[in-house]
């Protein structure tokens, strides 16, 4: 008797919990946007799909308010990818300053789309980590699980799962130092091949119209424009557009070549897909590509969907 | 039928699986009457998943033969009633004015057409065609793939830098944009990865 009474009390309490239970899920991944930015690290980064497996080097700092962040690959050629920010003010945060807008778009309405929900703690690269699961809602995205250092938030290991539940890929730190200093000199380019990652530059006026002129005439539920620019020169003007759920992004290229030489194609590996189609329009082929971490049909449908009004 | 052909079919489907397992996906469905059929439901599946026309094309001749670098049968494709989306390479490319791709190219292309699971190959006798449902889009694309430029060699290397740029700028966006740093940039280093497959 007394077992069962004490079997009721957890139950009375257990219903409100599990109530809250996606409210602190959202929690929990607004406290990650922000860490991700906020707080240094660096550590080992495990990164792989079905197949094989990368190793990569992560050092992310805050110096004097400015975000710098170096990836550097230690599988396959040596190679390192450099970010350096603009200077961090997120009590502001304006959709001019592009590293401000991984929050506005993390407080975006994931419930909606995702049903988020808390899983168990696992330890992860030596640290307690708490799980947040965020299934799609629908067919036309992936679904997460994430593992969030319980002190920080830091995400600490990611997989991204497709419909049928297999994982098409996994990132997860071997080993990670959070909170240490680290000197500016880590972020300044070695001998190696390096690519440094530029800020999304803000629109003109007059580029903003030629966007505006190709849309997407179907997008996912809860897809909104997360960035977009636009390139010209004498051989190609091609008008760049990132979508995006809060988590999953894809974006739609519209390319004018003055000779078009790409196959049209879809090709997917691990979680990216990529499709590549033309369309006519006054006497040129305009090449239409959709990349982004969506299923194939997600990524085709959009394709297709592609006019200019 | 065994649990790793059923596997590897639907990998075939989705266009993940190599050349090892494709041979011996091919080899099966020769053999075996039940994963023939099995194969074609699950193309028809996966044109339904994508709201597009359905055809029961039989892909898997032309797959053998190109990976065993032998010259493909001719090519028909069914613009008007049948529309596969997923043939990616436009395969009428290597129609006979072309002559028959050199075997680079064949290799370059069926390593495309092993990613993207589908090559597109039609034998008019032989294909049933099922009503088309499709709607507009389908049609749309179906009607503007004739547009799709030839393929060659040059076109590949080209299309895979193409898509390497497209890559990297739709990852530059995502970083900034999914609250996970610059964790999406480890991805750039998969497709390299994958890329390397390709001559």
Not at chain 1, 45 to 59: D, S
Request: aromatic letters at 6%; glycine letters at 4%; charged letters at 20%.
């Amino acid at each position: 008797m007394i077992h069962r009474m004490a079997y009721f009390v957890v139950l009375l309490f257990s219903v409100p919990l599990m109530a809250d239970d996606g409210q602190t899920a959202r929690e929990w991944l607004e406290r990650m946007s922000l860490a991700i930015k906020h707080v240094n690290y660096q550590g080992t980064l495990v990164y792989g799909g079905r197949t094989h497996w990368e190793t990569l080097a992560v050092h992310h700092a805050v110096i004097d308010g400015v975000e710098h962040e170096k990836l550097l690959h230690l599988t396959g050629d040596p190679r390192a990818i450099i970010r350096h920010g603009a200077k961090n003010d997120d009590r502001n945060p304006s959709p001019a300053n592009p590293l401000t807008q991984g929050l506005i778009h993390a407080s975006a309405d994931l419930s909606a789309v995702y049903e988020l929900s808390l899983g168990d703690q696992q330890r992860i690269a030596g640290r307690m980590a708490q799980q947040i699961n965020i299934m799609t809602r629908d067919r036309y995205r992936y679904s997460y699980r994430l593992w969030l250092d319980t002190s920080t938030a830091l995400l600490l290991a990611s997989e991204l799962l497709n419909l049928e539940g297999q994982t098409l890929e996994r990132l997860q730190f071997a080993d990670v130092e959070i909170g240490h200093d680290i000197p500016r000199a880590t972020f300044e380019p070695d001998d190696q091949a390096h690519f440094t990652a530029m800020p999304v530059q803000s629109l003109q006026d007059d580029q903003h119209d030629s966007l505006q002129q190709w849309h997407a005439n179907w997008l996912p539920r809860g897809f909104s424009v997360a960035s977009q620019s636009v390139r010209e020169d004498e051989q190609q003007r091609l008008i760049t557009r990132m979508y995006s759920d809060g988590l999953a992004a894809f974006t739609v290229f519209v390319h004018f070549e003055q000779e078009p030489s790409m196959p049209s194609m879809v090709r997917q590996w691990g979680a990216t897909t990529a499709v590549v189609r033309y369309q006519a329009h006054e006497q040129q082929q305009v090449r239409i590509a959709v990349v982004g971490e969506i299923p194939k049909f997600t990524a085709e449908k959009i394709a297709s969907s592609i006019t200019r009004p | 039928m065994n649990e790793r052909i059923n596997e590897s079919l639907s990998a075939l489907v989705d266009g993940e699986c190599d050349e090892l397992e494709l041979r011996r996906v091919l080899n099966e469905l020769e053999q075996d009457s039940a994963c023939r059929e099995k194969w074609l439901r699950y193309q028809m599946m996966s044109a339904l998943m994508r709201d597009e026309a359905v055809a029961t094309v039989d892909l898997s001749r032309g797959i053998m033969q190109a990976i065993d670098g032998e010259p493909m049968d001719e090519i028909t494709p069914l613009m008007t009633t049948v529309h596969q989306s997923s043939a990616s390479l436009d395969a009428k490319a290597d129609a006979p004015q072309r002559g028959w791709m050199s075997s680079v190219a064949v290799a370059a292309s069926v390593t495309l057409a092993v990613l993207i699971g589908v090559r597109f190959y039609a034998d008019v006798n032989d294909v049933p065609v099922m009503a088309n449902h499709s709607t507009a889009p389908a049609a749309v694309v179906a009607s503007t793939s004739n547009l799709a430029p030839e393929v060659d060699v040059e076109q590949l290397e080209h299309g895979q830098r193409m898509l390497q740029e497209y890559l990297l700028r739709h990852t530059e966006h995502a970083a900034l944009n999914q609250g996970r740093g610059m964790m999406p940039f480890a991805r750039v280093a998969t497709f390299e990865r994958a890329g390397d497959a390709q001559p």
